[in-house]
């Protein structure tokens, strides 16, 4: 067979750069950056060259597999596999009722709009509500904030990078990342754009990171970006620097916040955030006087205990100082086809409209609180999680307590994963199903297109065939719903046409929603549009507007009146009730944050040779000062504990991050069927964070995860 070169783009991560294959008899040899992808422009990290190690990887999962009693898992045909989970489920449902399935969707299956549209579907046709993503670790109270601010969860704002005059970055560290709720390759590039022609980046974060170093940093207490922001808001309000006409336009119940946030002076916060307040108020002038400016925030911003109402008070800064749905400001993309229409057609961008069984929490775009999966499947009653699946995730090393996980995971009549490897979590899995990669399938990056700082629209065909059985993940979940005479729709328009007889495929939604959007063809009517043909001859892409639109608001908030929600009841409760204790001290006196390094990607690429030589380790990160002070030297074994557990590795003593912190990178500690993963050490570090109802963040069910009050020691 002949040597190809096949255009396309990368899945790992969101900045989705493109690349390009070579392929050798049906093999993919090398990934390379696209020089002429018209954003990426022939830029990639090393994650995504080295994909051609997970692509090829001698340990990945490539048929059907069945777990023995004896713990080991054996090679099975698809026939049988999929008729032994047919009854198996089946029996389930019968007995407990499609209450009892349950199914976790982890971060990777985000990057397949088939396989993301089909679980929905699976769940929505099967009726059960225990539909779990990675989004209750990562960004569940980003998007409940939109849910109360602008009326639909799906609807979140961000940056415009290229035209602003002050980005105000908190807990993001896109350096190395890449960008995340941001799609914008060459970020880095980007970013020094802003300082380039004279503009400020200036990056809150305990860490003084990759990102903070290339600008202005200031450190901040984990968890106490709530108070930090609205210490801005009260210097705006106190100086007069708040545009109340605007706001009155934009946005209702504003005279609420008004009066709870003036008192809170950067000064009067202070012993909280570890910000000089003279700092801070200076920050907020400075922010306010700037002739645009974006105030951007990510998993730093998400993972404490306060995460929706930091979420809201970020946008508040961007609405009070005048820079909502402006240009240079925060602003609402113009995709080819808009994520928040499309599942507000389908029903799906619901908040609330279903709570957990335990602890009462509102679902966030479908999903419910990950932490609580173990509880869900060990505490008897009506909708006891019974059959289990996981697609794409593990849960086991990404959500707290996954001890506590794994036992109640040996406890479910079935469970089933579709994964490429055998994980932490899916080792205690029946069956593992054998799924593609992003090179073995088509792609439209429909929940990622809002989120292009240059709106743009690019379609992948598969570069190669499914290695050895592997399968896309929603013909597995379409031949498992045929099993069970489901049918796995999310949306009725689907529903109707499959009770016509017709399967609709992925492909046959994607076209559709290009062809009907806002660039497409509309089937002919509007010559010259999109479709997903003419994106098909377009491999590289299509740049769809220089610059994102703006003075859209009215348009694109989905409250009935057209504007901004501010004074959302349960928003103001949750603001009354945050804890205003200061710094931790006794028992755990210090603070835990995570921290993402640029040859990893959460808990999956580090079975990749090419990401792991030279010998990598994950140690904490300890300031000399607490270091000293817990009578530990750099390089040596510590102990570090929460209420929650305790974890022993190495030290790295770093002045980067400031005093009373640590950071300890997550996804480590492997124990699954990747070889050269397992004999890397680590632990897991969030069995140090709590899988408690009482623990998690009241308005979205997210993990707390940054700023868990630890204690260091010496090993013993
Ligand atoms: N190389 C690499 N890239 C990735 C990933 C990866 O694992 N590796 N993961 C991808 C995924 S799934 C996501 S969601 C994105 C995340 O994208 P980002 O959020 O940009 O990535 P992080 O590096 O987690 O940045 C979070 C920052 O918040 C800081 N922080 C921690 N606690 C606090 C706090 O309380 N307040 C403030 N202000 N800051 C705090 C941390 O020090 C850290 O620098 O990255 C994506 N990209
Ligand atoms: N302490 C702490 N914990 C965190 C975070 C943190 O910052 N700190 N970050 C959180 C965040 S932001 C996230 S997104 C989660 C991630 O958490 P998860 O989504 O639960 O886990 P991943 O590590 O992304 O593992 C994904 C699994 O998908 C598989 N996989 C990869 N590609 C594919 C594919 O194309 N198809 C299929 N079927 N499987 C595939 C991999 O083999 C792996 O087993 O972790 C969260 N956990
Ligand atoms: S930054 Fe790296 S991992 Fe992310 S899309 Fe680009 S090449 Fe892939
Ligand atoms: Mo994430």
């Not at 769940?123 to 209750?136: D, N, R, V």
Request: glycine share 10%.
């Amino acid at each position: 067979m002949a040597v190809t070169e096949k255009i396309t783009f990368c899945r790992i991560c969101e900045a989705h750069c493109g690349m390009v294959a070579t392929v050798d008899g049906g093999v993919v040899t090398k990934l390379r950056p696209d020089k002429e992808h018209p954003l990426s422009r022939g830029e990639a990290c090393p994650k995504g060259i080295a994909m051609v190690d997970v692509q090829n990887d001698p340990d990945r999962v490539t048929s059907p597999l069945r777990r023995r009693p004896d713990g080991e898992f054996e090679e099975i045909s698809w026939e049988t596999a999929l008729s032994e989970i047919g009854s198996r489920l089946r029996a389930v449902i019968d007995r407990d009722g499609p209450g009892s399935v349950g199914w976790y969707f982890g971060n990777p299956g985000a990057f397949s709009y088939s396989h993301s549209l089909w679980v929905k579907g699976f769940m929505e046709g099967l009726g059960s509500p225990h539909y779990y993503t990675a989004s209750s670790q990562d960004v569940a109270n980003r998007f409940a904030a939109s849910a109360m601010l602008y009326g639909s969860p799906a609807l979140v704002p961000i940056p415009d990078l290229h035209r602003t005059d002050f980005l105000l970055v908190v807990g993001a560290n896109p350096f190395v990342s890449h960008g995340s709720l941001l799609t914008a390759p060459r970020i880095r590039e980007r970013l020094r754009a802003i300082t380039g022609r004279g503009g400020r980046v200036v990056v809150v974060d305990p860490r003084r990171t990759e990102t903070a170093r290339a600008f202005e940093h200031v450190a901040i207490r984990p968890d106490t970006d709530a108070w930090m922001l609205a210490s801005i808001l009260s210097v705006m309000i106190e100086e007069g620097l708040v545009d109340e006409a605007l706001v009155a336009s934009q946005a209702n119940g504003w005279p609420a916040w008004r009066a709870r946030l003036a008192p809170l002076t950067p000064e009067s916060t202070e012993a909280l955030t570890g910000i000089p307040g003279e700092q801070l108020r200076q920050l907020a002038r400075d922010l306010a006087a700037a002739p645009s400016a974006a105030v951007y925030g990510r998993t730093g911003s998400c993972l404490g205990r306060h995460g929706t109402v930091t979420a809201f008070l970020l946008d508040l800064v961007n609405i009070a100082s005048g820079n909502l749905d402006r240009p240079g400001g925060s602003v609402f993309g113009l995709p080819a086809v808009a994520f928040d229409e499309v599942a507000s057609l389908a029903g799906l961008d619901t908040y609330g409209k279903v709570h957990s069984r335990l602890g009462g929490f509102p679902d966030v775009l479908g999903a419910l609180p990950a932490s609580l999966l173990a509880k869900e499947m060990t505490t008897p009653g009506k909708g006891q999680i019974r059959a289990f699946f996981t697609s794409a995730g593990n849960p086991v090393l990404s959500c707290p307590d996954g001890e506590e996980l794994e036992e109640a995971l040996e406890t479910l009549d079935l469970y089933v994963s579709l994964d490429i490897y055998v994980n932490e979590t899916n080792r205690h899995a029946d069956y593992v199903l054998p799924s593609t990669t992003w090179l073995e399938r088509d792609e439209l990056p429909l929940p990622f297109l809002g989120f292009y700082v240059t709106p743009f629209v690019q379609y992948s065909e598969p570069v190669v065939e499914p290695r050895g059985e592997a399968r896309e993940e929603w013909e597995i979940i379409d031949a498992i719903s045929k099993e069970i005479g489901v049918q796995p729709y999310p949306a009725a328009p689907l529903r109707a046409l499959s009770k016509l007889g017709l399967r609709p495929t992925p492909k046959f939604v994607a076209n559709a929603l290009v062809r009907t959007g806002r660039e497409g063809d509309r089937f002919g009517l509007r010559p010259g549009g999109l479709s997903l043909a003419k994106l098909r001859r377009q491999p590289h892409g299509v740049v769809v507007a220089d610059e994102i639109a703006t003075g859209v608001l009215a348009k694109r908030v989905r409250h009935r009146d057209g504007k901004v929600r501010l004074d959302r009841p349960e928003l103001l409760a949750e603001f009354d009730s945050m804890d205003s204790s200061p710094a931790p001290g006794g028992e755990f006196p210090l603070r835990l944050i995570g921290l993402r390094e640029l040859r990893s990607h959460n808990s999956w690429m580090h079975n990749a040779p090419l990401l792991m030589r030279g010998g990598r380790e994950q140690p904490a990160r300890v300031n000399p000062q607490d270091a000293s002070e817990a009578g530990v030297a750099d390089g040596e074994r510590v102990k570090v504990s929460s209420k929650s557990g305790s974890i022993e590795l190495t030290v790295a003593v770093t002045d980067e991050v400031m005093q009373g912190t640590i950071a300890i990178p997550h996804g480590w500690g492997h124990r699954g069927g990747w070889r050269l993963a397992n004999e890397a050490g680590g632990v897991n570090v969030n069995q140090l964070a709590s899988a408690e109802a009482d623990d998690l963040e009241r308005l979205a069910g997210m993990a707390f995860l940054n700023g868990i009050p630890v204690r260091l020691e010496a090993a013993a």
